[in-house]
């Protein structure tokens, strides 16, 4: 018996869950069908089945979705069109549709489908005007994104040239209805994005199945992520489409999307000459406190210059020199005058100095005379007490002192055995 591949239930299921998967048209599919079995679960998901006369679909649509993508109470029998995702769970092998958005089929599908589409985008803050980016005031490139032919471009062109004869208008030729529109303005967009400094998209008015192509969620993500500003002016006035809450800028008419991008040549020139005489005025009126400024610093630089300061210098030098000479004079007088007095102090010093030595050799001898150590040269002695005090009498002295007695060759130590007053 020939060798054969067996493979599990796991692995069937697999494959067959991403050949769903791989399919580009079941990604994002829409089902037209009635609901039976619809049943609420606590989680916030519901579980229903989609059928027709030739069969059923199973489908399931999360909690989150169906905050999002459910403007209604769903019920038995109600006639729907279901959009989502079609794969397979693998634990049971069944297929089934992942529904992200529910609407009832009939009168108002497309409106409903705007409605459900435009909340979920507001929520995801694609409208927030955080991400919205400023016209620039003066542009040179303008690009359009429409039907090669028709009033919207005519308009456009024309009222961007009579506004400005100078402007580049690039035109990228797209669809703008009908199955191919969405992808048509998608590339129109990324091909201009970065080439031209603001891109107008948009159309004529129509019904809303006409402008359905600018309600897509794909052309909105490529209107919020193009880094070029984008201006949406798609239908008339009264018509609104999600591009115009995306982009940066929302004009009722492609001719309005027209003025808002392109300056008025003319008053840019008027504008240009009003600076030009305001720019002229301030160059005089700085040119004149310049002038001004610079005979006030020729003044100052003529009070202030080397030369004069030089010569006041010299006249401070001159007058410094003279009061330092006559300082100088005063000096050399009043040294001399203290030499002169010193002089003179000298002599009568030497004199009352030779009459001092004279008295103190008089006064000298007769010291002499009395000087207890002449006295103590002969048979005289000196007495102090134990303590070194000199006695002046026998009052100070009692029988047992110690004495000492001071003689002109040395000292007597003696202790007093009798004291009589004479």
Aim: one cysteine or more; a neutral charge; glycine letters at 8%.
């Amino acid at each position: 018996m020939a060798s054969v591949n067996v493979f599990s239930v796991g692995q069937v299921n697999a494959y067959v869950k991403r050949m769903f998967d791989e399919d580009y048209l079941l990604r994002h599919i829409f089902v037209r069908g009635e609901v039976s079995n619809c049943k609420y679960h606590s989680s916030g998901h519901i579980y229903f089945t989609l059928k027709d006369a030739s069969g059923t679909l199973s489908c399931v649509m999360f909690a989150g979705n169906v905050r999002r993508g459910l403007s209604f109470h769903m019920k038995e029998g109600d006639s729907v069109v279901a959009e989502g995702s079609l794969s397979v769970y693998e634990r049971t092998g069944a297929y089934q549709l992942y529904v992200s958005a529910v609407v009832r089929d009939g009168a108002g599908l497309l409106h409903e489908r705007y409605e459900l589409l435009k909340k979920r985008l507001e929520e995801s803050g694609m409208f927030s005007e955080e991400y919205k980016v400023p016209i620039p005031r003066y542009i040179q490139r303008l690009g359009v994104v429409t039907a090669p032919t028709g009033a919207a471009v005519r308009d456009i062109i024309n009222v961007a040239t009579r506004r400005n004869p100078y402007v580049q208008i690039i035109l990228y030729p797209a669809i703008v209805q009908g199955d191919e529109a969405k992808e048509s303005i998608i590339r129109g967009i990324r091909a201009l994005d970065g080439k031209v400094d603001v891109i107008i998209i948009g159309r004529g008015g129509g019904s809303i199945e006409d402008l359905w192509a600018f309600n897509e969620e794909e052309v909105a993500e490529a209107v919020f992520n193009c880094r070029t500003p984008i201006i949406s002016a798609v239908g008339h006035e009264t018509d609104f489409v999600i591009t115009d809450y995306v982009a940066d800028r929302r004009a009722p008419t492609p001719s309005a999307a027209a003025e808002l991008a392109v300056f008025e040549y003319s008053a840019f020139v008027q504008d240009l000459r009003v600076m030009r005489h305001s720019l002229t005025q301030a160059i005089l009126h700085k040119s004149g406190a310049v002038r001004r400024e610079a005979e006030s610093l020729r003044r100052d630089f003529i009070h202030l210059s080397p030369a004069n300061q030089i010569r006041d210098l010299r006249m401070q030098a001159a007058q410094m020199s003279d009061r330092l000479e006559n300082r100088m004079q005063m000096t050399i007088s009043l040294w001399k005058t203290r030499l002169l007095l010193r002089d003179r102090l000298q002599s009568v010093m030497d004199t009352k100095l030779t009459a001092r030595r004279h008295t103190l050799q008089l006064l000298a001898g007769e010291l002499e005379k009395v000087s207890p150590v002449a006295r103590l040269s002969g048979s005289y002695g000196f007495v102090t007490d134990a303590d070194g005090r000199s006695l002046s009498g026998v009052d100070s002295v009692k029988p047992g002192d110690l004495l000492h007695i001071r003689m002109k060759d040395g000292r007597i130590s003696a202790q007093a055995r009798e004291v009589e007053k004479m």
